[in-house]
């Protein structure tokens, strides 16, 4: 048989699509951040659909874009939204060299595989689908049609097996997610906040920091009245910071809160104003 | 341009997608590689079905989406899990199972 020849048109869309493609998984392996990857996986799979429906799957297309890019990258993008976004990858290799040589190994077999197919499939015949997704009078009117033909007839058994993993998968995700709790263990709202008020120290919640502080910097501490930093204010895991009280070369430069027991109100305590308002 | 073009290209994705797996440490992104290879495997199938001029190829593929699809929601269960219990997301974190 003759086959047929690819026409210019999908060659085109063969050189426009293919480096696009091969640029979303780049991507997707290459960024750091998770979001990024799944939006680059997105790209890729885009490319892939236009792919499936310029190879006579117009069926397979809409259901690479609708289920793929449509469904399953979304709920990719939940879990990271759940995970965490900034649950990037650690820099740290667990394995010496692992990653130089993951990347010399995929080179190699990127090399042996694409070399073997290349020579393999040289002159490969397009014999095309015309003969059975063929449309008037054909052997099967259209490419769903066609699909549908085979699905229930020789892929019976295999379509109603799906019907089982599918529910089963359903199954597992809701039990793998499921948190069991009985009933009544969770505390109510008045027992919280008697429990709050019977065993805890602070009853209220804790100073902020930088409360009269010079700074908006999480580490400068809050301060008491006397202008000493209030120690339960300090951040946990950050060092608290000391922070120059007053403008350097401010007359009244005593060490003290200038904005503790003295008449200016509140600007008072900013350099910037002081100047002002004396 | 022929078909090879397209296996070829598959062939290249599929080998980033493994590669990803290898390289990332971030539990999703590797599932994310994992997709990316069920469907650079798709991408063969189509083409090798429109090479004999038979529909079975589409049909695999079809279901290839099925169960990627189902392999998707259990798979996410599992990291959402063990992210639940160990506040992690990375492959490097889970390994209990070392000693």
Same mark, same amino acid.
């Given at each position: 048989?003759?086959?047929i020849?690819?026409?210019?048109?999908?060659?085109?869309?063969?050189?426009?699509?293919?480096?696009?493609?091969?640029?979303?998984?780049?991507?997707?392996?290459?960024?750091?951040?998770?979001?990024?990857?799944?939006?680059?996986?997105?790209?890729?799979?885009?490319?892939?659909?236009?792919?499936?429906?310029?190879?006579?799957?117009?069926?397979?297309?809409?259901?690479?874009?609708? +289920?793929?890019?449509?469904?399953?990258?979304?709920?990719?993008?939940?879990?990271?939204?759940? +995970?965490?976004? %900034?649950?990037?990858?650690?820099?740290?290799?667990?394995?010496?060299?692992?990653?130089? /040589?993951?990347?010399?190994?995929?080179?190699?077999?990127?090399?042996?595989?694409?070399?073997?197919?290349?020579?393999?499939?040289?002159?490969?015949?397009v014999t095309?689908?015309?003969?059975?997704?063929?449309?008037?009078?054909? /052997?099967? %009117?259209?490419?769903?049609?066609?699909?549908a033909?085979?699905?229930?007839?020789?892929?019976?058994?295999?379509?109603?097996?799906?019907? =089982?993993?599918l529910?089963?998968?359903?199954?597992?995700?809701?039990?793998?997610?499921?948190?069991?709790?009985?009933?009544?263990?969770?505390?109510?709202?008045?027992?919280?906040?008697?429990?709050?008020?019977?065993?805890?120290?602070?009853?209220?919640?804790?100073?902020?920091?930088?409360?009269?502080?010079?700074?908006?910097?999480?580490?400068?501490?809050?301060?008491?009245?006397?202008?000493?930093?209030?120690? =339960?204010?300090?951040?946990?895991?950050?060092?608290?910071?000391?922070?120059?009280?007053?403008?350097?070369?401010?007359?009244?430069?005593?060490?003290?809160?200038?904005?503790?027991?003295?008449?200016?109100?509140?600007?008072?305590?900013?350099?910037?104003?002081?100047?002002?308002?004396? | 341009?022929?078909?090879?073009?397209?296996?070829?290209?598959?062939?290249?994705?599929?080998?980033?997608?493994?590669?990803g797996v290898?390289?990332?440490?971030?539990?999703?992104?590797?599932?994310?590689?994992?997709?990316?290879?069920?469907?650079?495997?798709?991408?063969?199938?189509?083409?090798?079905?429109?090479?004999?001029?038979?529909?079975?190829?589409?049909?695999?593929?079809?279901?290839?989406?099925?169960? #990627?699809?189902?392999?998707?929601?259990?798979?996410? #269960?599992?990291?959402?899990?063990?992210y639940?219990?160990?506040?992690?997301?990375?492959?490097?974190? #889970?390994?209990?199972?070392?000693?």
């Amino acid at each position: 048989m003759g086959g047929i020849e690819i026409g210019t048109a999908e060659t085109v869309v063969f050189w426009v699509l293919g480096p696009i493609a091969l640029a979303g998984a780049l991507g997707m392996v290459l960024a750091r951040n998770a979001v990024h990857s799944a939006l680059f996986l997105v790209n890729t799979m885009l490319a892939l659909g236009v792919f499936y429906v310029v190879q006579e799957a117009p069926f397979l297309g809409a259901v690479q874009i609708i +289920v793929y890019t449509g469904a399953i990258m979304i709920l990719f993008l939940f879990v990271l939204m759940l +995970v965490g976004r %900034d649950s990037s990858d650690s820099v740290v290799e667990t394995l010496r060299g692992q990653r130089v /040589a993951a990347t010399v190994l995929g080179i190699g077999f990127a090399g042996l595989v694409g070399a073997g197919i290349a020579r393999a499939t040289e002159g490969m015949v397009v014999t095309g689908l015309e003969g059975v997704q063929g449309g008037e009078g054909g /052997a099967a %009117d259209g490419n769903i049609e066609a699909i549908a033909g085979l699905l229930f007839t020789r892929y019976l058994l295999a379509f109603e097996v799906t019907s =089982a993993l599918l529910i089963t998968a359903a199954v597992g995700a809701m039990v793998l997610a499921h948190i069991e709790r009985e009933p009544g263990s969770r505390l109510t709202q008045k027992e919280r906040s008697r429990a709050r008020f019977l065993t805890s120290d602070h009853p209220q919640t804790l100073p902020g920091p930088g409360v009269y502080a010079r700074a908006n910097s999480i580490a400068a501490p809050g301060r008491l009245p006397d202008g000493s930093p209030a120690e =339960a204010s300090y951040a946990t895991g950050v060092e608290p910071q000391v922070v120059e009280e007053l403008p350097p070369g401010d007359p009244a430069g005593d060490g003290r809160d200038p904005g503790a027991g003295r008449g200016h109100g509140p600007d008072a305590a900013l350099g910037t104003t002081r100047g002002v308002t004396r | 341009m022929s078909l090879t073009n397209y296996l070829v290209l598959a062939a290249i994705l599929f080998t980033v997608g493994a590669v990803g797996v290898l390289v990332r440490r971030n539990a999703i992104v590797v599932f994310m590689c994992i997709e990316l290879m069920l469907n650079s495997v798709n991408l063969t199938l189509v083409t090798f079905a429109r090479s004999t001029g038979t529909l079975d190829g589409q049909v695999i593929a079809f279901f290839v989406m099925v169960v #990627a699809a189902a392999e998707v929601v259990v798979g996410l #269960a599992i990291i959402m899990s063990i992210y639940r219990t160990r506040r992690s997301a990375s492959v490097d974190d #889970a390994n209990l199972l070392k000693y």
